[in-house]
């Protein structure tokens, strides 16, 4: 299956993500207090760190969600203070919701997904396949699936858009284990066509072994090997 | 993917929900046919009623209005698809218009309901002559109300309290579409002497309103949305 | 303002938000609003058919005159910070605290204009063309200033509000040309009309003019204070920004001490 990103006009040496004491607020909170990250290519990233750290913020601030209060970054060369809708058209976010309609069956919601990008009839099919929501599931509405199915439904959605850089918030959770070896090898294979993955788990085994690089996000800033 | 397609995704999204949770047909049409029979309790006089008819068939409209935006958006945010639309990079004007025009042919479905409930309720006649302009008053005015809507309802999808900010929004900036109306249907059905040819100024009032709402709404919506 | 300029304001005006211009200011507003008492109360003549009602119009007309033009600064200030390259809160601040005065002076005409129905016609209330469109306009400006509230960063609650408050002027045409249309459909409307039957003399448009000239004296000196504060008030809130950015930093500091160094797998 191609998981190739749809577009691949970013030099491999460039870094895909770019911060630097990057500040971003919740309210008046400094969820993220200065935190600087650069990520390469095709890296897959571990996030690691306590509830209330700040790695949901940082994913949100990285797919363009959240504006950057203080601090630079740049996400794919994009400027994330001026280009902000630019850098969200490349990205893929998986937040704690899933993005799903609960009374579309799983079909419906992948192939929306994968109208909105022009995606074919058959690549639509083949990420279904993949998330192993074809078949029994397809034609279920969403709001008859247990967690993990429409997690995987999500996930579906998200390889169906061919995006160049990959945010994940869990992905695991409530997963089986068989689904959860299904989710790595997408994800390697997604990472060995060129996407890069920035991964926030509690799995610190299982996404430990995935990942390329592992970061603790601590109070709002980021230690460990930062580039 | 130009603008218009990723709208028609959207309008057809949002319609095939309504198809398969059918909310309008169980929930808000028996809302707005009870409306209309507690007006008659509350106002107990049969002239009355038939003199008053034409606007009550708006105000048990404008009320629905409300109803049928609140649910255009919570299936929006019951699992952060709004978002997931956001990061995905989706234009906003597109998706305001794909859910302002799925929103249209709600409430087109619901007015003409009412305006049978109102013959059968209020004992109107519909004049012959009067049908085109009463035709041109139900588009005009409806594609208004669902630009007003729309926006509105985006704005307010945000944030606690929605249901309370999207009324306090939403019904003073409709109020020309009910004054408009109201009296453009009067003048159709012949209501208290009026004749076919005053409405046409108010369809033509209704016209422009839709059109600057419609634009402004379009423009207004990405930034409303955003954070 | 820089952040700087703005901690010195906050040092040099301990007892408030006073400065010497908003000090002559503010004694020119008493002075005109001494002059409209007098004109309006004394000097000016009483109405043929009204009599002494007619003075509430001194405050009436100037109020509303002066809301629209408060309600025009805040579209324009809201365009100008939406479409200018700088950006700056104090465009954001402008059109909010112009709002908040313009509602007020809103609120002001339709009080007095309902004190002024009952004594010429016996009616608080008539649904005329200009009463029902400053009604309109009352509750379409404390729908803009409930948006300004709902919270979020400086920059967001700009943004939002700035488009809200040129939706406003939007609105207010298509309400102001709907409503018009309606009311003249009924004739009763005119007799009712609000200054229709007052024959302005040349002291009861002087008197007028000084009360536009008082109220808007008073709007100025208003909207100075009130924008001064919100400042204050916003640059406490990036004050707490700050201090919470350094307990945050300072949290991490400490935890970072107990946690492990990261590997590269």
Same mark, same amino acid.
């Given at each position: 299956?191609?998981?190739?990103p749809?577009?691949?006009?970013?030099?491999?040496h460039?870094?895909?993500?770019?911060?630097?004491?990057?500040?971003?607020?919740?309210?008046?909170?400094?969820a993220?207090?200065g935190?600087?990250?650069?990520? &390469?290519?095709?890296?897959i990233?571990?996030?690691?760190?306590?509830?209330g750290?700040?790695?949901?913020?940082?994913?949100?601030?990285?797919?363009?969600?959240?504006?950057?209060v203080?601090?630079t970054?740049q996400i794919?060369?994009?400027?994330?203070?001026?280009?902000?809708?630019?850098?969200?058209?490349?990205?893929?976010?998986?937040?704690?919701?899933n993005?799903?309609y609960?009374?579309?069956t799983?079909?419906?919601?992948?192939?929306?997904?994968?109208?909105?990008?022009?995606?074919?009839?058959?690549?639509?099919?083949?990420?279904?396949e993949? =998330?192993?929501?074809?078949?029994r599931l397809?034609?279920?509405p969403?709001?008859?699936?247990?967690a993990?199915?429409?997690? &995987?439904?999500?996930?579906?959605?998200?390889?169906?858009?061919?995006?160049?850089?990959?945010?994940?918030?869990?992905?695991?959770?409530?997963?089986?284990?068989?689904?959860?070896d299904?989710?790595d090898?997408?994800?390697?294979?997604?990472?060995?066509?060129g996407?890069?993955?920035i991964?926030?788990?509690?799995e610190?085994?299982?996404?430990?072994?995935?990942?390329?690089?592992?970061?603790?996000?601590?109070?709002?800033?980021?230690?460990?090997?930062?580039? | 993917?130009?603008?218009?397609?990723?709208?028609?995704l959207v309008?057809?999204?949002?319609l095939?929900i309504?198809?398969?949770? &059918?909310?309008?047909?169980?929930?808000?049409?028996?809302?707005?046919?009870?409306?209309?029979?507690?007006?008659?309790?509350?106002?107990d006089?049969?002239?009355?009623l038939? &003199?008053v008819?034409?606007?009550?068939?708006? =105000?048990?409209?404008?009320?629905?209005?409300l109803?049928l935006?609140q649910?255009?958006?919570?299936?929006e945010?019951?699992?952060?698809?709004?978002?997931?639309?956001?990061?995905?990079?989706?234009?906003?004007?597109?998706?305001?218009?794909?859910?302002?025009?799925?929103?249209?042919?709600?409430?087109?479905?619901?007015?003409?309901?009412?305006?049978l409930?109102?013959?059968?309720?209020?004992?109107q006649?519909?004049?012959?002559?009067?049908?085109?302009?009463?035709?041109?008053?139900?588009?005009?005015?409806?594609?208004?109300?669902?630009?007003?809507?729309?926006?509105?309802g985006?704005?307010?999808?945000?944030?606690?309290?929605?249901?309370? =900010?999207?009324?306090?929004?939403t019904?003073?900036a409709?109020?020309?579409?009910?004054?408009?109306?109201?009296?453009?249907?009067?003048?159709? =059905?012949g209501?208290a002497?009026?004749?076919?040819?005053?409405?046409?100024?108010?369809?033509?009032?209704l016209?422009?309103?839709?059109?600057?709402?419609g634009?402004?709404?379009?423009?207004?919506f990405?930034?409303?949305?955003?954070? | 303002?820089?952040?700087i300029d703005k901690e010195?304001?906050?040092?040099?005006?301990?007892?408030?938000?006073g400065?010497?211009?908003?000090?002559?200011?503010?004694?020119?507003t008493?002075?005109?609003? +001494?002059?409209?008492?007098?004109?309006?109360?004394?000097f000016?003549p009483?109405d043929?058919?009204?009599?002494?009602?007619?003075? +509430?119009?001194?405050?009436?007309?100037?109020?509303?005159?002066?809301?629209?033009?408060?309600f025009?600064?805040?579209?324009?200030?809201?365009?100008?910070?939406?479409?200018?390259?700088?950006?700056?809160?104090?465009?954001?601040?402008?059109?909010?605290a112009?709002?908040?005065i313009?509602?007020?002076?809103?609120?002001l005409?339709?009080?007095?204009?309902? +004190?002024?129905?009952?004594?010429?016609w016996?009616?608080?209330?008539?649904?005329?063309a200009?009463?029902?469109?400053?009604?309109?306009?009352?509750?379409?400006?404390v729908?803009?200033?409930?948006?300004r509230?709902?919270?979020?960063?400086?920059?967001?609650?700009?943004?939002?509000?700035?488009?809200?408050? +040129?939706?406003a002027?939007?609105?207010?045409?298509l309400?102001?040309?709907?409503?018009?249309?309606?009311?003249s459909?009924?004739?009763?409307?005119?007799?009712?009309?609000?200054?229709?039957?007052?024959?302005?003399?040349?002291?009861?448009?002087?008197?007028?003019?000084?009360?536009?000239?008082?109220?808007?004296?008073?709007?100025?000196?208003?909207?100075?204070?009130?924008?001064?504060?919100m400042?204050?008030?916003?640059l406490?809130?990036?004050?707490?920004l700050?201090?919470?950015?350094?307990?945050?930093?300072?949290?991490?500091?400490s935890?970072?001490a107990?946690?492990?160094?990261?590997?590269?797998?």
């Amino acid at each position: 299956m191609d998981l190739e990103p749809s577009n691949s006009d970013i030099e491999d040496h460039k870094p895909v993500v770019a911060l630097h004491d990057a500040v971003a607020v919740l309210g008046q909170f400094p969820a993220l207090a200065g935190a600087s990250l650069t990520v &390469r290519r095709g890296e897959i990233v571990l996030l690691r760190g306590p509830n209330g750290a700040g790695k949901t913020t940082l994913l949100r601030l990285c797919a363009g969600l959240l504006p950057l209060v203080r601090g630079t970054g740049q996400i794919l060369g994009l400027d994330l203070t001026t280009q902000r809708e630019s850098v969200r058209r490349n990205v893929g976010l998986l937040g704690h919701q899933n993005g799903l309609y609960f009374d579309l069956t799983v079909g419906e919601n992948v192939r929306f997904w994968g109208a909105t990008v022009g995606a074919t009839e058959a690549e639509i099919a083949t990420a279904m396949e993949r =998330l192993g929501v074809a078949d029994r599931l397809v034609d279920l509405p969403v709001r008859q699936l247990s967690a993990g199915q429409k997690r &995987r439904t999500a996930l579906a959605c998200l390889v169906v858009r061919r995006a160049q850089l990959w945010l994940l918030d869990e992905p695991h959770a409530g997963l089986d284990a068989s689904a959860r070896d299904e989710l790595d090898a997408t994800l390697r294979e997604a990472a060995g066509s060129g996407a890069t993955i920035i991964v926030a788990s509690h799995e610190l085994e299982r996404a430990g072994a995935l990942s390329t690089r592992a970061v603790d996000v601590v109070a709002g800033q980021i230690y460990g090997e930062q580039s | 993917m130009s603008t218009w397609r990723i709208a028609r995704l959207v309008a057809v999204k949002d319609l095939r929900i309504e198809a398969h949770s &059918r909310v309008l047909i169980n929930q808000v049409l028996p809302f707005a046919g009870v409306t209309m029979v507690i007006f008659a309790f509350a106002l107990d006089a049969d002239s009355v009623l038939e &003199r008053v008819a034409p606007g009550l068939v708006w =105000l048990a409209t404008m009320f629905s209005l409300l109803v049928l935006v609140q649910r255009s958006f919570a299936v929006e945010t019951d699992d952060g698809a709004l978002d997931a639309m956001r990061v995905a990079g989706l234009d906003p004007k597109a998706i305001y218009l794909g859910k302002a025009a799925a929103l249209s042919v709600e409430l087109l479905i619901l007015e003409v309901v009412l305006l049978l409930t109102a013959v059968i309720l209020y004992r109107q006649t519909i004049p012959l002559d009067g049908v085109v302009l009463l035709v041109l008053t139900l588009l005009t005015a409806t594609c208004g109300l669902a630009a007003v809507g729309t926006l509105y309802g985006g704005l307010a999808s945000g944030f606690k309290g929605r249901e309370t =900010l999207l009324p306090l929004l939403t019904l003073p900036a409709v109020a020309p579409v009910l004054i408009g109306a109201t009296r453009a249907v009067e003048s159709a =059905l012949g209501t208290a002497g009026a004749v076919v040819s005053d409405g046409w100024p108010w369809v033509g009032l209704l016209a422009v309103f839709a059109v600057a709402f419609g634009v402004g709404g379009s423009l207004a919506f990405g930034p409303l949305i955003d954070e | 303002m820089t952040t700087i300029d703005k901690e010195a304001t906050l040092q040099s005006n301990r007892s408030g938000t006073g400065t010497r211009a908003t000090r002559i200011l503010g004694i020119a507003t008493i002075i005109s609003m +001494l002059w409209l008492v007098a004109f309006g109360l004394g000097f000016s003549p009483a109405d043929r058919d009204q009599e002494e009602a007619v003075r +509430l119009m001194y405050v009436h007309v100037p109020t509303i005159w002066i809301a629209y033009l408060t309600f025009v600064v805040t579209a324009v200030a809201s365009g100008i910070y939406l479409f200018g390259r700088s950006k700056s809160l104090g465009w954001d601040r402008l059109a909010g605290a112009s709002a908040e005065i313009g509602t007020v002076f809103v609120a002001l005409t339709l009080v007095v204009g309902a +004190l002024w129905g009952r004594l010429t016609w016996g009616v608080f209330w008539q649904w005329d063309a200009r009463l029902t469109t400053t009604a309109l306009l009352f509750v379409t400006y404390v729908g803009y200033l409930a948006v300004r509230r709902l919270g979020g960063s400086h920059q967001q609650r700009a943004r939002r509000s700035a488009v809200i408050g +040129l939706l406003a002027v939007l609105l207010i045409p298509l309400v102001h040309w709907s409503v018009r249309l309606w009311r003249s459909l009924h004739q009763e409307a005119t007799v009712l009309d609000s200054d229709g039957d007052i024959d302005m003399d040349g002291l009861m448009l002087f008197s007028l003019f000084v009360g536009v000239v008082a109220f808007t004296l008073f709007y100025i000196w208003l909207l100075l204070h009130r924008t001064r504060v919100m400042a204050l008030e916003d640059l406490m809130e990036d004050r707490g920004l700050d201090q919470a950015l350094s307990e945050r930093r300072n949290e991490a500091a400490s935890m970072n001490a107990a946690v492990p160094n990261s590997e590269e797998i």
